[in-house]
């Protein structure tokens, strides 16, 4: 069951919404409407609003608890809404993930390529293990048909030649370059990140977010991304939301630095920390 829509979804009139960009409603690729998210009784927020464009980097911003993973999972069709919906958009219209059968959730998980908060590598596998696995479990490929993805994926996180190395032996920027790669492994259009550069020192976490700036561009992926870091917010995002615990509702979207500029006060407070 599919369903199909021409009309993007608007971004808020108030709180500094970007400019008009010029999107048509076919340079969207996640349409979220009205979404409300809860686990049982407990709503996180509702009445969430946003679409992700194609191409584009989006960033979501907000406290500790604000919802910022919760948002995520329900992006890669891992919660279903309390109420709203999440729509992908294809060359045959928008679909919606819930009201999909298994097949064509299938078919949509394939887009995703994800890299959770925890990020945790298997163990207990090499590098050229972990990013092997999506496709040994996804896709008819052969060992040595594998073998040859996994490693031009670990050249493109500039890990080439480490495909023998265990989690253990490698830093922590480096595991996190790893986890890209396994995000990577099937060619998804739209990679997902909670906290990529979490534990990074500042250094790692710049080499990050050129990694993530270097990818949109080489592979035209889209790129949701949670975090809180100042410096890959302006640096990375195209555009940001901010989710509001307090209110529990999606208070602004926009160009980080618009937002800096205009926002609501919270959000400008937020990311002015440091100045
Ligand atoms: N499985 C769950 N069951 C019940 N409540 C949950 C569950 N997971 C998260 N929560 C609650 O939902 C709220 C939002 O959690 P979430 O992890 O999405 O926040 P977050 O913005 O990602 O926070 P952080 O910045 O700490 O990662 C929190 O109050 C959390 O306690
Ligand atoms: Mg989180």
Redesign the pocket.
């Known amino acids: 069951m599919v369903m199909t829509t021409d009309t993007p979804l608007a971004s808020p009139a108030s709180h500094a919404a970007p400019a008009d960009t010029g999107h048509r409603s076919d340079d969207r690729i996640i349409l979220v409407d009205k979404l409300k998210m809860a686990?049982?009784d407990?709503v996180?927020a509702e009445d969430i609003s946003f679409s992700v464009g194609r191409g584009e980097v989006f960033v979501i911003m907000?406290?500790?608890?604000?919802?910022?993973?919760?948002?995520l999972r329900h992006l890669i069709g891992l919660q279903a809404p309390a109420a709203g919906s999440v729509r992908y958009v294809d060359a045959h219209g928008a679909q919606d993930f819930w009201a999909a059968d298994e097949d064509g959730r299938t078919r949509l998980k394939r887009r995703f390529g994800v890299l959770f908060?925890s990020g945790a590598l298997w163990s207990s596998l090499t590098l050229a293990e972990n990013v092997g696995l999506p496709l040994e479990e996804f896709t008819e490929l052969t060992p040595a048909e594998i073998a040859e993805v996994v490693e031009f994926k670990l050249a493109l996180v500039g890990l080439a030649g480490f495909g023998d190395y265990y989690p253990s032996e490698i830093s922590g920027g480096m595991k996190k370059r790893a986890g890209l790669a396994r995000a990577m492994a099937l060619d998804p259009d739209i990679l997902f990140f909670d906290?990529p550069s979490a534990g990074l020192d500042p250094l790692s976490s710049q080499r990050l977010d050129e990694l993530i700036l270097q990818l949109r561009d080489s592979l035209g992926a889209s790129i949701v991304m949670?975090t809180?870091e100042l410096a890959s917010i302006f640096a990375v995002a195209d555009q940001a939301i901010f989710?509001d615990a307090d209110r529990k509702r999606l208070t602004a979207w926009g160009p980080p630095r618009e937002l800096l500029e205009g926002g609501p006060e919270q959000v400008r407070r937020f990311l002015a920390r440091g100045n």
């Open positions: 686990y049982g407990r996180i907000g406290g500790s608890g604000s919802g910022k993973s919760t948002l908060q906290e949670v809180h989710l």
